[in-house]
């Protein structure tokens, strides 16, 4: 069964950093793409940044541009989201998710409808 797992939220400052992970389980990551998304509270869930198979990213939020980066390590089956200069409005739960069969799991795809695999999240907070 493929299960992914994120981890690494906290409260941080404004201007801090985080690194979250999203760890796979029931399947090996280096043939998938890894969509991170965000959802503040009372707002709709957005797509943030992909991962391709082979390593190239997609950003889907101007926001983040500049702070937040994406990587994996397919050697701990992990992809990260590394977040610098954080911002009160960067504040929500971070799900990682991908698409579990088909052509289409290797390559970043904007939107979530087509992915089927979802962690639980993890919480992210920036405030003073």
């Known amino acids: 069964q493929l299960q992914l797992v994120e981890s690494g939220g906290a409260l941080v400052q404004p201007g801090g950093s985080l690194r979250l992970s999203c760890e796979a389980s029931?399947?090996?990551?280096?043939?998938?793409?890894i969509t991170w998304f965000r959802q503040a509270p009372g707002k709709e869930r957005e797509g943030v940044l992909c991962?391709?198979?082979?390593?190239?990213?997609?950003r889907y939020v101007d926001s983040v541009k500049g702070r937040f980066t994406i990587s994996r390590d397919n050697a701990k089956n992990t992809v990260y989201l590394q977040m610098n200069s954080l911002k009160p409005e960067d504040t929500g739960v971070y799900y990682c998710?991908?698409?579990?069969?088909?052509?289409?799991?290797?390559?970043?795809?904007?939107?979530?409808?087509?992915?089927?695999?979802w962690g639980q999240g993890t919480l992210v907070t920036v405030s003073s």
């Open positions: 998710a991908a698409r579990s069969s088909g052509v289409l799991r290797r390559v970043c795809v904007r939107g979530g409808d087509t992915l089927d695999t």
């Open positions: 029931g399947f090996t990551l280096d043939n998938y793409a």
């Open positions: 991962i391709g198979f082979s390593g190239d990213s997609t």
